[in-house]
T-cell receptor, first 113, second 114 residues
Framework: DTGVSQDPRHKITKRGQNVTFRCDPISEHNRLYWYRQTLGQGPEFLTY????????KSRLLSDRFSAERPKGSFSTLEIQRTEQGDSAMYLC???????????FGPGTRLLVL | SQQGEEDPQALSIQEGENATMNCSYK?????LQWYRQNSGRGLVHLILIRSNEREKHSGRLRVTLDTSKKSSSLLITASRAADTASYFC??????????????FGKGTHLIIQP
């Protein structure tokens, strides 16, 4: 499968714990995006990378959230001290520079108890 | 924040009928895209229309864009059961979908009755 992959697909955690999600983009894509989607809503942009550089962060990305993309390949999104309001689907997408179509992964569904 | 609204929020039609969904947005855009999401899964890109285009076709899909009204419509002709999904419009302010990523609406949930 040469599409965008995300791991894990599901995560259940207790409030206050840290969680980390991984995204592997399509191999030749140099842009990588993170979105969050809550039930009944459309995805909301969190942040994006061009190669290893994090170029934009939404104000939704609180200090408890951090994203990295070492070496411009896979990316990780970490949430520290999780809160119940963090429960959502976290979606990763990738694209080529100057090509508007974004290719989405299957998402990681997070439930914070 | 959500860019705008899809209308209707939910739509149920018989297989074979046409389905029309509308999207409104608030800010100036470079392009508008439509995505489909099957229950609990990732999004699939359907079609993109640029701000200088008024209509675009792809298979059974037809998209229109009216930048003066800041609105777009997606028409699916000859619907099939497999078209059952949520449909989202998404806008990009800049070419290449860069800064700020895509801004999505809340979606229209389409149900095709067999």
């Amino acid at each position: 499968d040469t599409g965008v992959s995300q791991d894990p697909r599901h995560k259940i955690t207790k409030r206050g714990q840290n969680v980390t999600f991984r995204c592997d983009p399509i191999s030749e894509h140099n842009r990588l995006y993170w979105y969050r989607q809550t039930l009944g809503q459309g995805p909301e942009f969190l942040t994006y990378f061009q190669n290893e550089a994090q170029l934009e962060k939404s104000r939704l990305l609180s200090d408890r959230f951090s994203a990295e993309r070492p070496k411009g390949s896979f990316s990780t999104l970490e949430i520290q001290r999780t809160e119940q309001g963090d429960s959502a689907m976290y979606l990763c997408a990738s694209s080529l520079v100057a090509v508007e179509t974004q290719y989405f992964g299957p998402g990681t569904r997070l439930l914070v108890l | 924040s959500q860019q705008g609204e899809e209308d209707p929020q939910a739509l149920s039609i018989q297989e074979g009928e046409n389905a029309t969904m509308n999207c409104s947005y608030k800010t100036s855009i470079n392009n508008l895209q439509w995505y489909r999401q099957n229950s609990g899964r990732g999004l699939v890109h359907l079609i993109l229309i640029r701000s200088n285009e008024r209509e675009k076709h792809s298979g059974r899909l037809r998209v229109t864009l009216d930048t003066s009204k800041k609105s777009s419509s997606l028409l699916i002709t000859a619907s099939r059961a497999a078209d059952t999904a949520s449909y989202f419009c998404a806008t990009a302010r800049f070419s290449g979908g860069g800064a700020d990523g895509l801004t999505f609406g809340k979606g229209t949930h389409l149900i095709i009755q067999p």
